[in-house]
């Protein structure tokens, strides 16, 4: 078993490149030296391209559904998401440890410089009995893992897969649902967008410009972004959060994503 701090041998030829629809990026600048203005709802600046913005409106509503998780409300519930310090007490003491696989399947999983943690990351919630089985599972596609190493019960993150690019990852969540549905316990975390009924993941980019977590998906942008410092401390301290604060983050990661990341973030009927 190897360690996820080595780096996944990944093939080349198999590199995601940004969608080939000519965009004029958006002015990030512009962008953030009045995000909270009134003009605030046109968080795309006047100067990018249509399709840009129509594809932002359109993976943030998209994204705002899904983070409902609407295949997944049927399963059943993890008991022990109710309780955190019997919850993991009883998963570490289970014969199989915690543990990090480094997969090399280059079919199902593809990621920008062999970074794991740059591009789409799936969660499962799996009930202690059924560990083992999701586990051998998972080390037969030979995809990149983890198990219970940073999650806890409560979040539902029993088991975390790296996958990378959009597409890999659709493919990758109907694998697993299909074969190992009966095994999913109904995900806990709503900041993560549902792919398939009990796989839901998020959208994370390099630490150094991102934060670790956000919602509706995403790992939202960070300080170095907002010029400002403040526009981020008036998201999330002293001067409160609501919905349009929240609202105007989400769309202004997306946007970031998409300029930075193109079809490895997302690809839809728009840029087909």
């Known amino acids: ?66 983070s409902e998780h609407p295949r997944s409300q049927n399963l059943k519930i993890n008991p022990y998401s109710e309780d955190e310090d019997s919850g993991s ?76 690019s959009y597409e890999k990852t659709k493919e990758v969540s109907k694998l697993l649902s299909d074969n190992i549905r009966d095994l999913l316990c109904k995900p806990m975390d709503h900041a993560e967008i549902e792919f398939n009924a009990g796989v839901v993941g998020r959208f994370c980019g390099p630490k150094v410009e991102y934060r670790q977590y956000g919602s509706i998906g995403l790992s939202y942008l960070g300080k170095l972004f907002y010029r400002n410092q403040n526009n981020v401390e008036r998201l999330t301290g002293s001067f409160g959060f609501n919905a349009r604060k929240k609202e105007i983050w989400q769309k202004e990661t997306i946007a970031s994503f998409i300029d930075k990341y193109g079809n490895y973030f997302f690809k839809d009927n728009l840029t087909n």
């Open 1 to 66: 078993m190897s360690s996820l701090s080595e780096s996944p041998k990944i093939d080349q030829e198999s590199e995601i490149k940004k969608d080939s629809i000519p965009i004029q990026r958006v002015s990030f600048e512009r962008l953030s030296q009045d995000c909270f203005g009134k003009e605030a709802v046109s968080f795309i600046v006047d100067e990018a391209e249509t399709n840009f913005r129509e594809r932002t409106l359109f993976i943030y509503n998209y994204f705002l559904e899904e």
């Open 89 to 164: 007490a009883l998963y570490k003491s289970l014969e199989i440890e915690p543990y990090g696989y480094n997969g090399s399947n280059p079919e199902l999983q593809s990621h920008i410089d062999n970074n794991l943690n740059i591009g789409w990351k799936l969660h499962l919630n799996v009930l202690p009995e059924d560990v083992m089985v999701v586990s051998s599972f998972l080390k037969k596609l030979n995809v990149s893992h983890k198990y219970f190493r940073g999650g806890n019960t409560p979040d539902g993150k029993v088991f975390t897969v790296y996958i990378g």
